[in-house]
């Protein structure tokens, strides 16, 4: 399978939580990485975990990490037509390079 | 700060053609990158280079060269462009600091006729 997937596709409602999903193959990666893009626009860091932490939260954003089954979620709380964009996942592989999935597109309906 | 710049933002090529894509940073950051991002496909690596002075392969070299001109700038060369290099690229700079993110270019739309 591949190295990072993720599903391609999520619609919600406005104002509820948004849950996208992430699994990786490769039990060494240290950091994980969820980054935003918006039509027409370069990838925006939106927030990253290390490898030993299972959950961080910033404001409406939450990440949780399931080591154990290589799994990796970023929730959106409250979510807004201003979400709508592709969501990637993201994970360090060796020194320098980032291997990425190929992209959620969240879909938010008003 | 601008951040991590790109030009040009669009270009159109004919086969065989040749262009350089421009990319600096001012965040001071050592290592630079190169990536295309096709539909269904994510974003692939092309070229990187840890620090001035030094460039590496990627997964996918092919049909590019690269040249880090000084730590601010970091060139991708297609020598004879092809049909299969349309694409979207993205060039994006890190330090290795304790989570070594990459920032993210807004982007070079190439179309190869």
């Known amino acids: 399978g591949e190295d990072v997937e993720q599903s391609l596709f999520l619609s919600v409602r406005e104002g509820d939580s948004s849950v996208i999903n992430c699994t990786y193959t490769d039990s060494s990666s240290t950091y994980l990485y969820w980054y935003k893009q918006e039509p027409g626009a370069g990838l925006q860091l939106l927030t990253y975990?290390?490898?030993?932490?299972d959950m961080k939260q910033d404001q409406r954003l939450t990440v949780l990490l399931n080591k154990k089954d290589k799994h990796l979620s970023l929730r959106i709380a409250d979510t807004q037509t201003g979400d709508s964009a592709i969501y990637f996942c993201?994970?360090?592989?060796?020194?320098?390079?980032?291997?990425f999935g190929k992209g959620t597109k969240l879909s938010v309906i008003p | 700060n601008a951040g991590v710049t790109q030009t040009p933002k669009f270009q159109v090529l004919k086969t065989g053609q040749s262009m350089t894509l421009q990319c600096a940073q001012d965040m001071n950051h050592n290592s630079m990158y190169w990536y295309r991002q096709d539909p269904g496909m994510g974003l692939r690596l092309i070229y990187y280079?840890?620090?001035?002075?030094?460039?590496d392969k990627g997964e996918v070299p092919n049909g590019y060269n690269v040249s880090r001109l000084n730590k601010r700038e970091f060139s991708l060369r297609l020598e004879s462009a092809a049909p299969s290099q349309t694409s979207v690229y993205f060039c994006a700079s890190s330090d290795l600091g304790y989570q070594e993110t990459q920032y993210f270019g807004p982007g070079t739309r190439l179309l190869v006729l």
């Open positions: 975990i290390f490898s030993n932490m």
């Open positions: 280079s840890a620090s001035e002075g030094t460039t």
């Open positions: 993201a994970r360090r592989a060796g020194s320098y390079q980032l291997t």
